[in-house]
Each structure stands twice: as structure tokens, then as C-alpha cells.
């Protein structure tokens, strides 16, 4: 019997142990990576869900102003858009200063916050997770 040589193995089959490109990339992220929680993860895919609806919610928005818009200019209705803005930041005017300012933004984040962390694990990385999905998104 003739013995094999190991030596030859198809080299297509093997698995190289040099470092690619992703290698590297980990290696070089390896102490943020670490840091990866649960809580972030969760985040980042909140972030990114909440950048491609929000989208697709200015979408809707956008096109239902366009039609109304271009049935004011052609006559068929009248729309009063000093009463709909006006009733727009009554609704949405959470400090109730009648404007849209920063701290209606920061509290709308707060309720938001409450609601997707609710007993999650490692809820304290969700925050910067959350920016990083929007930027992503």
C-alpha cells in the first residue's frame, strides 16, 4: 500500500491562516466591539427601524400635501394652513410654550426611551445604539 501524503491537500479546501480584511477590521474595533451590548444592538436595529419609518412617514405626508395642495391651487377646496399648523404644534407642543422647540424633541426621546428599554438587558448602551442605527438607517 502507498501512503498518502497529507502534504498535498487541495489548497481550494483549506482555509488560510493569514488575517483578510474583516480580520483586521475586528481586530482594530476588537475594544468597541467589546463594549457591544445586547442593549445596544437592540438599539441600532431600533434606530435603523425608526430611520426607514420615519422616512416613509414624510413620504406619506409629503405626497397627501402635494394632492391637497394641488386641489387649493386648481379650486376645488380651500384649506386654512395658519389653523392646521397652529392645531399641528398644539398637539405635538409638549412644554405648552405653543412652540416646537429642542425640549419637545428631548421629551418625545424620553417617552420613547421608557417604552424600548422596558426590562431590557443592558438597556444603557441602547441610547448611543439608537444614534448609530439612525445614521445608518
Known amino acids: 500500500k502507498k501512503k498518502k501524503n497529507n502534504n498535498n491537500k487541495n489548497k ?31 438599539g441600532f436595529c431600533s434606530g435603523y427601524a425608526s430611520k426607514k419609518l420615519g422616512k416613509a412617514i414624510a413620504f406619506t405626508i409629503g405626497l397627501a400635501f402635494l394632492g391637497l395642495q394641488g386641489m387649493v391651487a386648481t379650486g376645488y377646496i380651500s384649506i386654512d394652513w395658519m389653523k392646521v399648523k397652529d392645531d399641528a404644534i398644539k398637539a405635538a407642543d409638549t412644554d405648552g410654550d405653543g412652540q416646537l422647540t429642542v425640549d419637545d424633541a428631548k ?24 444614534l448609530y442605527g439612525v445614521k445608518s438607517g
Not at 483549506?14 to 474583516?22: I, Q, S, T, Y
Not at 467589546?34 to 442593549?39: A, E, R, V
Not at 426621546?109 to 444603557?124: C, E, I, Q, Y
Request: proline share 5%; charged share 25%; glycine share 10%.
Open 107 to 130: 421629551e418625545y426621546w424620553r417617552r420613547l426611551r421608557v417604552v424600548l428599554t422596558n426590562k431590557l438587558p443592558d438597556a444603557g448602551g441602547f441610547s448611543i445604539g439608537f
Open 12 to 42: 481550494n479546501t483549506m482555509v488560510e491562516n493569514k488575517p483578510d480584511a474583516v480580520e483586521k477590521a475586528l481586530a482594530t474595533l476588537k475594544p468597541a466591539l467589546s463594549k457591544l451590548t445586547f442593549g445596544g444592538f437592540m
